[in-house]
């Protein structure tokens, strides 16, 4: 009789350990759909930005015309992106892009000089800004999520209720560095 009791209380805090592992990796598991869409939320802001930027830009004749058509096929390529990964590289081609109309509009000094021109890249510089924190709000929240998945004995019970790893939102090797511009 005494062993039943025992092999009772075993099963009860296996099972109490297997719902709190699962209710953790709900947990996390939200919080990274979460910071996916405050992403998300961001992004919106920037392709909104994006059109306006460059009807300003279009309104100075002689200015480059391969780095707006950049831009707005970046912009196209970004918003049509579903995946982690694509959004990321998609997002890093925008960025470039984005540098290299800033990079050519220093040598259009009415351009800068342009109110509405200023207005919109302070907006995009705060824009980019809050894209970066979301960034890494959604990776920290992915690392955390991955850590749970892969960490034994927990990583039996993700196996078991069917929990994955999330891909990380990178930044391309192109991205780190300076905007490369050429006439």
């Given at each position: 009789m005494?062993?039943s009791?025992?092999a009772?209380?075993v099963?009860?805090?296996?099972?109490?350990?297997?719902i709190?592992?699962?209710?953790s990796?709900v947990?996390?598991?939200n919080?990274?759909?979460?910071?996916?869409s405050?992403?998300?939320?961001?992004?919106?802001?920037?392709y909104d930005?994006?059109p306006?930027?460059?009807?300003t830009?279009?309104?100075?004749?002689?200015?480059?015309?391969s780095?707006?058509?950049?831009v707005?096929k970046?912009r196209?390529?970004?918003?049509n992106?579903?995946?982690?990964?694509?959004?990321?590289q998609?997002?890093?081609?925008?960025s470039?892009?984005?540098?290299?109309?800033?990079a050519?509009?220093?040598?259009?000094?009415?351009?800068r000089?342009?109110?509405n021109?200023?207005?919109?890249?302070?907006?995009?510089?705060s824009l980019?800004?809050?894209i970066?924190?979301?960034?890494r709000?959604?990776?920290?929240?992915?690392?955390?999520?991955n850590?749970?998945?892969?960490v034994f004995p927990?990583s039996?019970?993700a196996g078991v209720f069917g929990?994955?790893?999330s891909?990380?939102?990178?930044?391309?090797?192109?991205?780190?560095?300076a905007a490369?511009?050429?006439?």
């Amino acid at each position: 009789m005494p062993y039943s009791w025992i092999a009772i209380g075993v099963g009860a805090v296996l099972l109490i350990w297997i719902i709190a592992v699962f209710n953790s990796l709900v947990g996390k598991r939200n919080r990274v759909k979460n910071a996916w869409s405050d992403i998300d939320v961001q992004l919106k802001r920037r392709y909104d930005l994006v059109p306006n930027l460059v009807e300003t830009v279009k309104g100075y004749k002689g200015y480059e015309a391969s780095v707006l058509e950049n831009v707005t096929k970046a912009r196209t390529s970004a918003m049509n992106q579903s995946s982690v990964d694509g959004k990321a590289q998609a997002e890093n081609m925008l960025s470039g892009a984005l540098k290299s109309l800033f990079a050519v509009a220093e040598n259009y000094p009415q351009l800068r000089a342009s109110e509405n021109f200023q207005k919109l890249q302070d907006q995009l510089s705060s824009l980019e800004n809050d894209i970066q924190s979301a960034r890494r709000y959604y990776n920290a929240s992915v690392r955390e999520l991955n850590n749970a998945v892969q960490v034994f004995p927990a990583s039996i019970a993700a196996g078991v209720f069917g929990f994955k790893q999330s891909e990380f939102f990178g930044t391309d090797e192109s991205e780190k560095g300076a905007a490369k511009v050429s006439f």
